[in-house]
């Protein structure tokens, strides 16, 4: 069985993450200071009224109990209840502050990753697969959301009480506390050893997790696939793989929390039995009260809690660090495709487009070249037809010419302007596509049409659906242009998918048009309605057509023939039949003729 987590273009994160890499979430966390100002404070306050129970019981037993003295009793009564009060006011309030700040800190961070992605080219994508995206944005930012809405505070409320503690343990007894810094030594070693495994294990389970999440988003991205060929027990057996590569990994992790804990709480009440019974002996002897012990007592119990949940959310923070990491990798990817520092404004009109000694790969294929020393030139309001057998470099153009990708050498210009002086928004606003691959988005028939124009009337939206033979269908869906599509469309058939795309395309009304197979998914009836439509549409525009289907093509102004990433031939329908054997081939295959008769 094939390794069921396919390898990401992102280079791997050392498991070994520091938690200093949360100091990176910095940005983040600035905008929020005077939030952060207020839990902090409230933090100090319930802090301060936890350490102050222990002295209040103190002289209650001295004063109170020891002495027989009532009055004494009833006022540190009140006393430990007005505490209770303050700590449990100053508690809520830290609980709210944090709790608000990890879910808006979280919201910012999946937004500026999320934008971050979005601004990245295909290049991207060939190697990186989306789930293990959704697995950084979802399970990694929920990891942070809980550092900083809950963990961060407990771990500072709790390292104030261990250090106030300390404090406190050694005022009330140098001696006894001696003892327990003695022991606090003996506990931080196996937390430190067993630490950094945890953070290591912690590191490789969020790794497996993604990928099983990645794995199982490509196949339900493809189950009329998966189904048609009986691949259900495969694809099965595949993600259990994956998910029980994520169970051993989160199993490490849980044996070594596991005994990390264990270990704490030996190490911790050993210590607390051993320095008590030294205090028992102390009180027996005279050299100590029962209140002074009894405040000793609170104190290391404070201690020692305030130990056990430091150590928890030490564990908590290295996750957490990772996490960040991966994010944080996330976020400063750069995209192979870089706008230009300073940008010029694309010119209204000029020499259209001109592709100029034009060399690309793609990255995932170096070796083999999808474009080879090309140069063309589409003049204004030119229609030109690109054909020729699949791999020929028909749709790489497109990709170039939309700076999806730059080309190894070469320049691609519009109007006389390289594209790569053009800023990316400014050079695909002028440009409109429909693609092959056809793209309906989880939302309603308006939503989708006006992905082309979003401001655009509903009038608009209707005269660009009449356009695209859409209207008369849409008409007939349960709530007509309100009607819910569902996730890709799938409500639809594959020719009404493409007529939406297509209208998509036309609200848009950009200069320059290419279509990429625009009618294939059409019957024959709806591909005639469609070119006619497409023939007025293109009136005027510049534009690029692939077609495989050469009848689609007569009434294009020049016929590019394409072959291993060069142009072979050029000319109309006539004179490419006389002059190229391969589109006389292609046509022969089609039409079973070689005579250069078109139906």
Same mark, same amino acid.
């Given at each position: 069985?094939?390794?069921?987590?396919?390898?990401?273009?992102?280079?791997?994160?050392?498991?070994?993450?520091?938690?200093?890499?949360?100091?990176?979430?910095?940005?983040?966390?600035?905008?929020?200071?005077?939030?952060?100002?207020?839990?902090?404070?409230?933090?100090?306050?319930?802090?301060?009224?936890?350490?102050?129970?222990?002295?209040?019981?103190?002289?209650?037993?001295?004063?109170?109990?020891?002495?027989?003295?009532?009055?004494?009793?009833?006022?540190?009564?009140?006393?430990?209840?007005?505490?209770?009060?303050?700590?449990?006011?100053?508690?809520?309030?830290?609980?709210?502050?944090?709790?608000?700040?990890?879910?808006?800190?979280?919201?910012?961070?999946?937004?500026?990753?999320?934008?971050?992605?979005?601004?990245?080219?295909?290049?991207?994508?060939?190697?990186?697969?989306?789930?293990?995206?959704?697995?950084?944005?979802?399970?990694?930012?929920?990891?942070?959301?809980?550092?900083?809405?809950?963990?961060?505070?407990?771990?500072?409320?709790?390292?104030?009480?261990?250090?106030?503690?300390?404090?406190?343990?050694?005022?009330?007894?140098?001696?006894?506390?001696?003892?327990?810094?003695?022991?606090?030594?003996?506990?931080?070693?196996?937390?430190?050893?067993?630490?950094?495994?945890?953070?290591?294990?912690?590191?490789?389970?969020?790794?497996?997790?993604?990928?099983?999440?990645?794995?199982?988003?490509?196949?339900?991205?493809?189950?009329?696939?998966?189904?048609?060929?009986?691949?259900?027990?495969?694809?099965?057996?595949?993600?259990?793989?994956?998910?029980?590569?994520?169970?051993?990994?989160?199993?490490?992790?849980?044996?070594?929390?596991?005994?990390?804990?264990?270990?704490?709480?030996?190490?911790?009440?050993?210590?607390?039995?051993?320095?008590?019974?030294?205090?028992?002996?102390?009180?027996?002897?005279?050299?100590?009260?029962?209140?002074?012990?009894?405040?000793?007592?609170?104190?290391?119990?404070?201690?020692?809690?305030?130990?056990?949940?430091?150590?928890?959310?030490?564990?908590?923070?290295?996750?957490?660090?990772?996490?960040?990491?991966?994010?944080?990798?996330?976020?400063?990817?750069?995209?192979?495709?870089?706008?230009?520092?300073?940008?010029?404004?694309?010119?209204?009109? /000029?020499?259209?487009?001109?592709?100029?000694? @034009? %060399?690309?790969?793609?990255?995932?294929? $170096?070796? !083999?070249?999808? &474009? *080879?020393?090309?140069?063309?030139?589409?003049?204004?309001?030119?229609?030109?037809?690109?054909?020729?057998?699949?791999?020929?470099?028909?749709?790489?153009?497109?990709?170039?010419?939309?700076?999806?990708?730059?080309?190894?050498?070469?320049?691609?210009?519009?109007?006389?302007?390289?594209?790569?002086?053009?800023?990316?928004?400014?050079?695909?606003?002028?440009?409109?596509?429909?693609?092959?691959?056809?793209?309906?988005?989880?939302?309603?028939?308006?939503?989708?049409?006006?992905?082309?124009?979003?401001?655009?009337?509903?009038?608009?939206?209707?005269?660009?659906?009449?356009?695209?033979?859409?209207?008369?269908?849409?008409?007939?869906?349960?709530?007509?242009?309100?009607?819910?599509?569902?996730?890709?469309?799938?409500?639809?058939? /594959?020719?009404?998918?493409?007529?939406?795309? @297509? %209208?998509?395309?036309?609200?848009?009304? $950009?200069? !320059?048009?290419? &279509? *990429?197979?625009?009618?294939?998914?059409?019957?024959?009836?709806?591909?005639?309605?469609?070119?006619?439509?497409?023939?007025?549409?293109?009136?005027?525009?510049?534009?690029?057509?692939?077609?495989?289907?050469?009848?689609?093509?007569?009434?294009?102004?020049?016929?590019?023939?394409?072959?291993?990433?060069?142009?072979?031939?050029?000319?109309?329908?006539?004179?490419?039949?006389?002059?190229?054997?391969?589109?006389?081939?292609?046509?022969?295959?089609?039409?079973?003729?070689?005579?250069?008769?078109?139906?």
């Amino acid at each position: 069985m094939p390794d069921p987590v396919r390898s990401s273009s992102l280079p791997p994160l050392p498991h070994g993450a520091s938690p200093q890499s949360l100091f990176a979430m910095l940005p983040f966390l600035r905008p929020y200071a005077g939030r952060w100002a207020i839990a902090f404070l409230a933090l100090l306050v319930a802090a301060g009224a936890t350490l102050a129970l222990p002295v209040a019981f103190r002289y209650l037993i001295d004063l109170g109990f020891s002495a027989g003295n009532r009055a004494h009793i009833d006022r540190y009564f009140v006393a430990l209840f007005a505490v209770s009060l303050v700590l449990a006011g100053a508690t809520a309030l830290r609980f709210y502050m944090v709790s608000w700040l990890g879910e808006r800190v979280t919201a910012d961070l999946r937004r500026a990753v999320y934008d971050r992605v979005l601004r990245m080219s295909p290049q991207f994508f060939e190697t990186t697969q989306t789930g293990e995206v959704l697995s950084r944005l979802t399970t990694d930012t929920t990891l942070i959301q809980t550092v900083v809405g809950t963990s961060l505070s407990q771990g500072l409320r709790n390292l104030f009480l261990l250090v106030g503690g300390l404090v406190m343990l050694a005022v009330t007894s140098p001696t006894l506390s001696a003892y327990i810094l003695v022991t606090l030594v003996v506990v931080v070693a196996p937390i430190i050893f067993f630490g950094r495994r945890v953070r290591k294990l912690s590191g490789l389970t969020q790794d497996r997790v993604a990928g099983a999440s990645a794995l199982a988003g490509e196949v339900l991205n493809a189950m009329p696939t998966v189904q048609s060929y009986n691949q259900q027990p495969y694809e099965s057996s595949r993600f259990g793989a994956a998910v029980e590569h994520a169970f051993d990994a989160a199993l490490s992790r849980i044996r070594a929390r596991a005994a990390l804990t264990a270990m704490v709480i030996v190490l911790i009440f050993g210590a607390i039995v051993f320095v008590l019974w030294l205090g028992a002996r102390a009180v027996l002897a005279g050299d100590m009260t029962a209140g002074l012990l009894s405040q000793f007592i609170l104190y290391a119990v404070v201690t020692a809690g305030a130990v056990g949940a430091v150590s928890e959310v030490w564990g908590d923070l290295q996750r957490a660090a990772g996490a960040t990491d991966r994010l944080l990798q996330l976020r400063g990817a750069q995209s192979p495709v870089v706008e230009a520092a300073t940008t010029v404004p694309l010119p209204g009109h /000029g020499e259209g487009l001109r592709f100029d000694h @034009i %060399a690309f790969n793609y990255p995932s294929r $170096p070796g !083999v070249p999808a &474009l *080879d020393d090309l140069t063309l030139h589409v003049r204004p309001g030119e229609h030109v037809a690109l054909v020729g057998p699949s791999g020929a470099g028909k749709t790489t153009l497109f990709q170039v010419l939309l700076r999806f990708y730059d080309p190894q050498s070469g320049t691609v210009s519009i109007n006389g302007v390289d594209t790569r002086r053009l800023a990316l928004d400014d050079l695909r606003a002028h440009i409109g596509v429909v693609l092959q691959e056809t793209v309906i988005f989880s939302g309603s028939v308006l939503d989708n049409i006006r992905y082309g124009r979003a401001n655009a009337s509903i009038d608009e939206v209707k005269a660009a659906a009449r356009m695209a033979a859409a209207d008369g269908f849409i008409a007939a869906l349960p709530d007509g242009y309100d009607t819910f599509l569902g996730e890709r469309g799938v409500r639809l058939s /594959g020719g009404q998918r493409q007529r939406i795309a @297509i %209208a998509r395309a036309i609200l848009k009304n $950009p200069p !320059v048009l290419l &279509l *990429d197979e625009a009618t294939s998914a059409l019957d024959a009836e709806s591909e005639r309605l469609v070119q006619q439509a497409l023939d007025n549409a293109t009136q005027s525009r510049t534009t690029l057509v692939i077609a495989h289907r050469l009848a689609t093509v007569k009434q294009a102004d020049r016929i590019l023939v394409l072959d291993a990433g060069r142009i072979v031939a050029e000319g109309t329908h006539a004179d490419l039949m006389a002059t190229s054997p391969l589109y006389a081939r292609l046509a022969a295959l089609q039409f079973g003729e070689a005579s250069g008769t078109m139906p």
